[in-house]
């Protein structure tokens, strides 16, 4: 079971997500230590493996940085649900191998705290705090052939194998 971090706002920037001041690394591992940290200074302590964001429009807009991705995938969220998402960070999270969720109603449905399961390929997540099931789009198959491969150079590199 997953806990949702839901955060009921619109266009949460890359800068929030991680702070510039942060990126002279690529270590996720120094990334999640800062991960959110404008937003919200308790989130590292509070995220655990497998949990998930949940956020209003335009998720990630911003500056185009893959360190975004890498400070949430680093913290072990599981996916982040949004109304919808900046085309760059979207991008950027299938790229990484990272698994997004566009669900325009998302903020309405899923509360802080919620227990939630996650069905991809059915594209269904069941709320089981509020007893209710909430249907999204599954993403298309060449975005789940990247994600699964762990991300576009990992895929590109088994093809040319």
Known sequence: MSKAHVYKRDHINTDEIIPARYLNTD?????????????????????????????????????????????????????????????????????NGFYIIELPEAPEKINDGDELEIDYKAGLIKNKTAGIDIKFAPLPDFALEIIEAGGLLNKLAKKNC
Not at 30 to 39: G, R
């Open 27 to 95: 270590d996720e591992a120094e990334l999640v230590k800062h991960c959110l940290e404008d937003l919200d200074t308790d989130f590292v302590n509070k995220v655990q493996s497998g949990d998930i964001i949940v956020s209003g429009e335009d998720f990630g807009c911003g500056s185009s940085r893959e360190h975004a991705v890498w400070a949430i995938r680093g913290a072990g969220v599981q996916t982040v649900i949004a109304k919808s998402f900046a085309r760059i960070f979207y991008r950027n999270a299938i790229n």
